[in-house]
């Protein structure tokens, strides 16, 4: 089993949608968990933090189920300028590292 | 805040020659950075953590000889691709981790795109 999971779409889904991805991870320590945004060719770009249950910007709300050990991401009324490829990170805090889930691709279309 | 810049952004070269990557934080010092790899249309892949001050951690089935990393300053990271082949061709980005507190988040430079002919 992969240590962090995605699915890799891609989701298209029509402008003003509510769109979700989910991202399972094995280590049950893991305290720290982020979501990135990459576009093509650049480099991937904080998008949020979840250290407890969830955490909320604007448009986007990351959940956090301990239990499951899964995270999730939710973008409300989607803009074309969303259309990226969203990374799952899960920090390994007993090697000090951060790993990455293969990412979603997400294409929002007009 | 929370800058890190890399050079070059690109770079094309015949194969056996080195290339040597910077990744700098601007704004803040780190004492950790990551270099990773990516293929096209795939993941980011852990190469090894630099540490400041210390050897680098590589990650399993990454050649240390092959990918030289100096972590010289809180500041400064370099990766050296040698005696490069065109199977090394790959967009190599580092990264810095910044505490704040009790929690770490990672912070990516632009990356480098290699192409070695």
């Known amino acids: 089993r992969k240590e962090v999971e995605q699915d890799p779409g891609p989701f298209n889904v029509p402008e003003g949608a509510t769109v979700a991805f989910n991202c399972t991870y094995s280590n049950s320590a893991s305290q720290s968990f982020f979501w990135y945004r990459q576009d093509c060719r650049k480099e991937p770009k904080l998008l949020m933090s979840?250290?407890?249950s969830g955490n909320e910007d604007g448009r986007f709300t990351a959940q956090l189920n301990r239990a499951s050990q899964y995270i999730s991401l939710l973008i409300r009324d989607s803009k074309l300028s969303d259309s990226a490829t969203y990374l799952c990170a899960v920090e390994d805090s007993s090697a000090s590292k951060i790993i990455f889930g293969s990412g979603t691709r997400l294409s929002i279309r007009p | 805040g929370a800058v890190v810049s890399q050079h070059p952004s690109r770079v094309i070269c015949k194969s056996g020659t080195s290339v040597k990557i910077e990744c700098r934080s601007l704004d803040f010092q780190a004492t950790t950075m990551f270099w990773y790899r990516q293929f096209p249309k795939q993941s980011l892949m852990l190469m090894a953590t630099s540490n400041e001050g210390s050897k680098a951690t590589y990650e399993q089935g990454v050649e240390k000889d092959k990918f030289l990393i100096n972590h010289a300053s809180l500041t400064l990271s370099t990766l050296t691709v040698t005696s490069a082949h065109p199977e090394d061709s790959s967009f190599y980005i580092c990264?810095?981790?910044?505490?704040?507190?009790?929690?770490?988040?990672?912070?990516f430079g632009p990356g480098t795109r290699l192409t070695v002919l």
């Open positions: 990264s810095a981790s910044l505490t704040s507190g009790p929690y770490n988040e990672q912070f």
């Open positions: 979840v250290y407890s």
